[in-house]
């Protein structure tokens, strides 16, 4: 990366004075070599344990510092913030250490799990408000919340004090290192982890290559940075939800253009497994934001090889009630997962020659909803199919084809799948 004073990005004094202000608030986390990642890409992969932080990500440290950074007169009312996840835990620890008050407003979706943390890290200090069906309905409250109360708004990622203490992410790293990194890969949401860690990589370290990763179902700082300008969504997969952002933030935009060398996406399916992979082999936690990183080396695996990696774990924020939904993209992902509706003949036997015609020997039903209709000469079902090698799907299709079973393919049409997820 070229050598620049542009003063959008957020200098090292910045960076320092927020590790000062967070000792003994923020954990310095782990930098810690994995040997499997670094046998199975072929490249020395170090693991930046973010998923170890106090509040289980990063988040505490942008919110402290920008709390620690405002005025007495401006935090006497307290501070709101409106979040469904880590910047909501983030803020509510900041207002128990600081002994300040809090408002934090969450959908009423938000699961309990979730709700029941923010309530435990901020304990007396915080009131938990469930208001709206969507973050943008909390947003528009909280904002609205804090015009009439004079409180003081505490954004996820939008703020330079935010961005700073999000950048000892990097401090700490390049404290830690004591080899050449080669390449940084990093989760990109609203930005704020990105433009922090990449602002004082760019002062300390401009030889690395900084790579931002985003999902691929909400690709909003590769789409801005593609068009040269702040693009907003129309539409995202929000299953990444600590990384999924209509539009990123304007401050963050402008650093990040100028630090990341580029930013790829990767996809939700994949993350999935990686998900799977790191618990089931290596006992590690990760939420789905958390997991971009990692999910990426696979992306990137010529181009790593030989090389010192380091990749960010921003969270382990991820709720047991979502291990089936995670599974199942996985396996669809994989292409082992597989759902058709089925037009059965009304007649005696139907089911059992799909069974025993159609079916290889290592296909396994997983879901299955029939209904017998009257007057009728067919009978749909929907059939969930998990298979054990991908290319079992073929041969599949076509015994339906010659047993004249008809069928519609649901995996690739998200108005029907939609009602299975």
Same mark, same amino acid.
């Given at each position: 990366?070229?050598?620049?004073?542009?003063?959008?990005?957020?200098?090292?004094?910045?960076? *320092?004075?927020?590790?000062?202000?967070?000792?003994?608030?923020?954990?310095?986390?782990?930098?810690?070599? +994995?040997?499997?990642?670094?046998?199975?890409?072929?490249?020395?992969?170090?693991?930046?344990?973010? $998923?170890?932080?106090?509040?289980?990500?990063?988040? =505490?440290?942008?919110?402290?510092?920008?709390?620690?950074?405002?005025?007495?007169?401006?935090?006497?009312?307290?501070?709101?913030?409106?979040?469904?996840? *880590?910047?909501?835990?983030?803020?509510?620890?900041?207002?128990?250490?600081?002994?300040?008050?809090?408002?934090?407003?969450?959908?009423?979706?938000?699961?309990?799990?979730?709700?029941?943390?923010?309530?435990?890290?901020?304990?007396?200090?915080?009131?938990?408000?469930?208001?709206?069906?969507?973050?943008?309905?909390?947003?528009? #409250?909280? #904002?609205?919340?804090?015009?009439?109360?004079?409180?003081?708004?505490?954004?996820?990622? +939008?703020?330079?004090?935010? =961005?700073?203490?999000?950048?000892?992410?990097?401090?700490?790293?390049?404290?830690?290192?004591?080899?050449?990194?080669?390449?940084?890969?990093?989760?990109?949401?609203?930005?704020?982890?990105?433009?922090?860690?990449?602002?004082?990589?760019?002062?300390?370290?401009?030889?690395?290559?900084?790579?931002?990763?985003?999902?691929?179902?909400?690709?909003?700082?590769?789409?801005?940075?593609?068009?040269?300008?702040?693009?907003?969504?129309?539409?995202?997969?929000?299953?990444?939800?600590?990384?999924?952002?209509?539009?990123?933030?304007?401050?963050?935009?402008?650093?990040?253009?100028?630090?990341?060398?580029?930013?790829?996406?990767?996809?939700?399916?994949?993350?999935?497994?990686?998900?799977?992979?790191?618990?089931?082999?290596?006992?590690?936690?990760?939420?789905?934001?958390?997991?971009?990183a990692i999910t990426a080396l696979d992306e990137l695996k010529d181009e790593i090889k030989g090389k010192n990696v380091v990749c960010i774990v921003s969270g382990s924020n991820n709720d047991i009630t979502r291990t089936a939904e995670i599974k199942?993209?996985?396996?669809m992902y994989e292409g082992l997962k597989h759902y058709f509706i089925v037009d059965f003949p009304q007649r005696s036997g139907a089911l059992m020659e799909f069974l025993s015609d159609v079916l290889g020997p290592d296909d396994d039903i997983t879901?299955?909803?029939?209904?017998?209709?009257? +007057?009728?000469?067919?009978?749909?079902?929907?059939?969930?199919?998990?298979?054990?090698?991908?290319? $079992?799907?073929?041969?599949? =299709?076509?015994?339906?084809?010659?047993?004249?079973?008809?069928?519609?393919?649901? +995996? $690739?049409?998200? #108005?029907?799948?939609?009602?299975?997820?």
């Open positions: 990366m070229a050598e620049t004073t542009d003063s959008k990005i957020i200098s090292v004094d910045k960076i *320092n004075e927020a590790a000062g202000q967070l000792k003994g608030i923020a954990i310095h986390t782990p930098l810690a070599e +994995n040997l499997q990642l670094s046998e199975q890409y072929q490249a020395n992969i170090w693991l930046k344990r973010e $998923d170890l932080q106090v509040v289980r990500s990063y988040k =505490i440290r942008g919110a402290y510092n920008m709390m620690e950074s405002l005025p007495d007169e401006e935090l006497k009312n307290g501070v709101v913030c409106a979040s469904a996840g *880590n910047h909501a835990q983030g803020v509510a620890l900041a207002c128990f250490k600081k002994k300040i008050q809090g408002t934090i407003f969450m959908p009423v979706t938000t699961p309990e799990q979730k709700v029941k943390q923010v309530k435990m890290f901020g304990k007396e200090y915080v009131s938990v408000v469930l208001e709206g069906d969507t973050f943008d309905d909390s947003f528009a #409250r909280a #904002r609205s919340f804090c015009d009439v109360k004079k409180a003081a708004f505490i954004p996820p990622f +939008n703020d330079p004090m935010i =961005i700073a203490g999000q950048g000892t992410v990097g401090k700490e790293i390049l404290d830690d290192a004591d080899f050449k990194i080669d390449y940084l890969l990093l989760p990109v949401g609203g930005g704020g982890l990105s433009a922090g860690v990449g602002s004082i990589f760019h002062h300390l370290s401009p030889e690395t290559k900084i790579i931002g990763i985003e999902p691929e179902g909400a690709p909003a700082m590769q789409k801005s940075l593609e068009a040269g300008k702040l693009v907003t969504l129309d539409h995202i997969d929000k299953f990444v939800d600590g990384a999924a952002v209509q539009r990123v933030g304007d401050i963050t935009f402008d650093i990040c253009r100028k630090v990341l060398d580029k930013v790829i996406t990767v996809a939700e399916g994949k993350i999935c497994g990686v998900i799977l992979k790191m618990y089931n082999e290596q006992a590690i936690v990760v939420e789905p934001a958390g997991a971009l199942e993209r996985s396996l879901y299955f909803e029939y209904s017998k209709k009257t +007057n009728r000469e067919l009978g749909p079902a929907l059939i969930g199919l998990e298979i054990k090698r991908k290319e $079992d799907l073929k041969p599949l =299709i076509e015994r339906m084809k010659a047993k004249n079973f008809s069928f519609e393919y649901v +995996n $690739d049409q998200p #108005r029907l799948f939609r009602f299975l997820t």
